[in-house]
């Protein structure tokens, strides 16, 4: 090796001037060509005198700005039975395309068939009716928050893989208790009808819930927890109910719903999950190379309603929703006191102080419809 | 400092004492000394040149000296005959002569210094050799002329001498740093067998008695030659010099060690010095870019962490630096290797033909070797250059015992990013490396060598975000080579490795993170080698690796911070082997070589295995139980049992094939998280689940060298076979994961490929092209592991590049210009891509493509540098050279990573491309 004593190295001068390019956006044409590739959201209820209903739509761009799927409108859609029977279901108008109440015999295997208005066949593979076994129970415990659990079992050993999904509702009153309603400019004693005091808000589940007795040596789920409320959540203030759907899967779709579980939109960080693959059991006939997201299963529902009050809870600490309740004072109209026309609706009418002075206060604290839901209160919540 | 004052006392002393003699000196001997006896040839030397010889005549009397002198000094040719002798002489200022057996006579002590004479120079006087440089040269070539035609006789010279055949061995070193010679060829005129030296510089050459003339060629050196008359087993250590590179005719000796010869297949060899020749980025020399630009090796991206060698992941190639496995070989986002060039010595790259010694990883091997250090002076490189700064000494602690070598290296490249106008993405990125290496080599005596080293590497980066990177290499180990005889050495080596990553996040304070993971091992090796004759070399031996692996820890950064501590249990293994193999030359034309290795590895307690119900896919929903193993169980034991054979077959003197089959087991696998900005990789132990990966190769090359072995060319095709290596199932979650056996799946490999070479090492015009095809795919399609990836068919592998070319050229205009020249071109890599949003069920998602459906664009690179020497005379005070350059002349972005993040509401894609403008710099280099 040749090796001087000495051996300094002298950079006089690096041209640094727009050294490191930086990022650029990534937009091959495999991201920005549109793909609109057909999404079937839905599932045939194989129940007794059940209504069957899909959503149809399409996927967007990664960069769109739309936040929903677009709706594909005015396809052929039907369910066909293994026995030559067609069902069809009819577009409701916004992509949701809905049977009559229908009967299907649970023996027979069922596929859908789609003809979209551009002219591409959609088709899926036959699927067994799977029998969902009944719910046993759906209950919740709280050491501090509260969560709700189901549990099932199948005594035919036969089902294993079950996928739920619920819809909770819950009472919201008003902070404040204001007697008047406002109708054509006049104020009147409100009453069930047009009081907004008392609001009920319905939401459905964003989650995908999904379990397996698989790994069991019989087929139980023994408390599975569906959701789970934080402690202080406004939910549970008054009156909280929720209804629990099971369904039973073919493994098939246990691992298709699996998958979607596990994929997200949400990307850019570092525990980010790997890319996922999705391979359902509907194919594009027209275009084999077309994908198409969604994976048919059909089954009975089974579902089980419970209701938590308030005051069956231990420890709960409530959550004032801590609007700033101004108020103010507005002289009232001298013929009549009852005509209204204040023009901002921020402000509501809350109480006469004398015929002549009418007290207003912030509209939120006595609207609860404004923080959503409906003041029409649902049979099964209390009264 | 100590050692540095020693150091000038001793030159000054040397130069008086070269003073005093300088008269004498000056009287030269010419003539034909053939058939002389020591004591004709003092009587001769005393009537030319006036000096008187004292010696004892028992020690000189076997002594045949056989030569031809034109105007030599006594000096020198009493140099040349002491060479590897333990005569040693001294002549005083009187012009006496002395003679004498291990010790040397002190002759004069200068008053200045009161008579006393540092030890140094005690041991240095008889050897020191001082002459300007108009003589240097001159004197060089005496001293070779010398020592080639002098006689050495070898053994101990007995009535039965005359009879069988004995063995001489030794040691080949650069004459002028003591450097040992690796893969130099030894080979005498009475038989066709040449023998290389190892990584130690050692031979062993078994012939009959008698006499014999032994040649030695090495690239980069002048061909030498020694004549011997073996009596019995000896040894016979040979000092070379470097070739000066001359524009003219190449001098070509039929004799030089080629491709064509040697049996080995798919090894790439390369020196230091060739390994500078490539212009690189700002002109820094980089082991791993040279790499690169061999047939056969690509990387995934300008800045992944490693390589990939003929279709191979990276993480299956056993990265040796110096016997210590590199896990993370890379600095600053992969733009450096993390092995300082001013102490590395070289590499070897084995693609095919892995020596049975070697094993864990099923794709290639990689060693890189530091140099022993200077046994005859310090010396010292000190380099500033835009990014980093280095130093690094060498040289005697103890002369001709014990010497170092220690290397430093940093990184100012903070100030580079800060400068960065604030529009570009890096104006908050922070970037600073450094490594550290050392290593001693001891001679205990002829037969013991004890070698130690240490290194550290450190990197922190922080790339495009908040997250910071920080990652090390800690390594350090003991070797000790004995030689049981001139046929028989033992190689025995211990250490330990350590490699460890750590990623912190504190953006959001309640969030604030760190991440760590970590691997130990701690290795024994015991490697022998046996040549009982020319014909066959044996080795066999024994290894140990005990691994321990810390998955991931996740702990709260500040105060602030809300994140609970939590971590992935450590795992723990043994990997041990045995091997034993012999290189066989059959005839001239034919040799094989054929070994077997027996690799069993260990899953060691304590450790939680889950169970998973038989006939599902591993879930957490499918776990039916757990084993719980105490400390140091047996959990699951692997092994298996791999061949390794290779045949050589000449079809004439310039041209060969070559053939070899092997089999590898790897352990250890790793599991890159390729979707975010900076890919963190985990590694996980093979355990009750995961089963080794398996990798069968078989490779055919042909060699052809053509202008008189000035340029060699070679195609290599190979298949390759690959079970068990590790994809990620679809949505898998691989960080902080405790059970990743749910989240990986096990696929069927197989690559195949052709490597194109041209190779032309000296001349005007220098430089390789490469060309390879290469192509990697995986299948999965056991439905029992949870889905098929891309419908159970083929699928290309991440890394799998297509086609790659490489060229790397230098013409020299004169000894004053030159241009270098280096153009890269590969298929980009595959990438799964998100296509579209859908909303299923009420909540979105990401539809992604098939699995490594698309590719990121094309790698393209240009660099080109000029160098113009200031003065092209060798010897000069000074030395100086400017290089101007562009790296990356048509400033293509290619890029480093490709990613997707959220933003307002919308998913968008980046690529990230570094160095995507050229790059001008300017290089001035002094070397004095």
Redesign the interface.
Known sequence: ????????????????T???????????P??TTP?R?L?V?GFINTGPNTVTTFNL?R???????T???IPELNAQFSIIGSNGNVYPLKDAGTGAYSSGPLTLDATKEYHISITTTDGQQYSSDQVPCEATPPIDSVFWRQPFDLTIYVSTHDPTDNTHYYRY?YNETWEHDSQLFAEYAVVNGRLYEADSADQKNRCWTTD?????LL??S??LTSDVIDSFAVLTIPNSDPRVDIAYSIIVRQYALTQGAY?YW??????????????????????GNIHCTSNPAE?V??YLSACSVQQQRILTVESGLHDWTHNQPGFGCDTMSIPADTADPFIYTYANPNWAPYYFVTDAVLELVSSVCVDCTLVGGTTTRPSFMPD | MHRLTARLLLYALTLLFFLQVRGQEQKRVTGNFEGYSFARLAARLEAETGYRFYYDPSDVDSMSIDMTLNKATVRQILDELFQNTDLHYSIDSAGRVFITRHVTIVTSLPPRFGGKLPPAAQADNSKLILADDQQQAEKNRLRQLLAENRIYEIGIRTARSGQGKATVAGYIK?D??G?PIVGASVFADSTSIAVTTDQFGYYSLTLSKGRHIIRLSDAGMKDTRRQIILYSDGQLNVEMH?AVTTLKAVIVSAEKTSNTKSVQMGVNRL???TIRQVPVV??EADVLKVVLTLPGVTSVGEASNGINVRGGSTDQNLILFDGATVYNPTHLFGFFSAFNPDVV?GIELYKSAIPEKYGGRISSVLDVSM?DG?TK?W????????LTSQLAVEGPLRKDKTTLVAGLRTTYSDW??N???A????NNSTANFYDGNMRITHTIDANNTLYLMGYYSFDQFSL?ND?TYKYSNASANIKWKHLFNNRHNALFTAGIDEYQYN?S?THDSAGAFK?GFKIDQAYFRAEFTYAPDNKNQISYGLSTIHYKLYPGTYSPAGKESLVADSAVPAEQGFESALYLGDQFAVSNKLSVSGGLRYSIFNYLGPHDVYN??PG??R?L????DTSVYGSGKFIKTWSAPEIRASARYSLSETGSVKLSYNTLEQYIHMIS?T??VSP?DIWKLSDSHIRPQHGKQISLGYYQNFAANTIETSVEVYYKWINNYLD?????????NPHLET?VLETKGKAYGAEFLIRKLTGKLNGWISYTWSRTFLRQDDPLA??????GDWYPASFDKPNNFNFIGNYRFSHRYSISANVVYSTGRPI????????????????????NQ?RIPDYFRTDLSVIIDGNHRIKQAT?NFWTFGVYNLTGR?N?YS?????ES?????????????P??????????
């Open positions: 090796m040749y090796r001087h004593r000495y051996h300094i190295r002298w950079l006089v001068l690096v041209l640094t727009g050294l490191i390019t930086c990022r650029e956006p990534y937009a091959p495999a991201i793909h590739f999404v959201d739509n996927t967007r761009n990664l960069g769109d700005s936040v929903r799927g999904d459905t589940s964003s989650n995908i379990t397996s698989a790994a691992n699996q998958l979607i579980q596990k994929t997200t939109d949400n990307v850019g960080t570092l525990f980010d999950v790997q890319p996922t693959q999705l391979t994908p997201i969604g | 650069d002028k740093s450097e470097e020196n230091i010095k700002f002109g010595k140099p200077n002076k010396t010292g490189v000190a380099g500033i250059g835009p580079i990013l400068i960065l106008p529009s570009s993405a890096y495009d997250t990623i996040d991440l998973y119900a599902l896919p879930e929903s499918t776990i039916a998280n979707i975010s963190t990620y199932k679809s949505g898998a979650s691989l960080l902080l989240d949870g889905e098929k990836i891309n419908n799964t891509l998100p296509l579209a949003v859908f909303d299923l069920d009420g909540s979105p998602g990401l539809y992604y493509s098939q699995r698309y030395h972005k890029p490709v990613y997707f993040i959220q509401g919308t998913i968008k894609g980046y690529q990230l491309s570094i160095f995507g403008t790059i001008p710099f300017i290089t001035y280099t002094i070397k004095f």
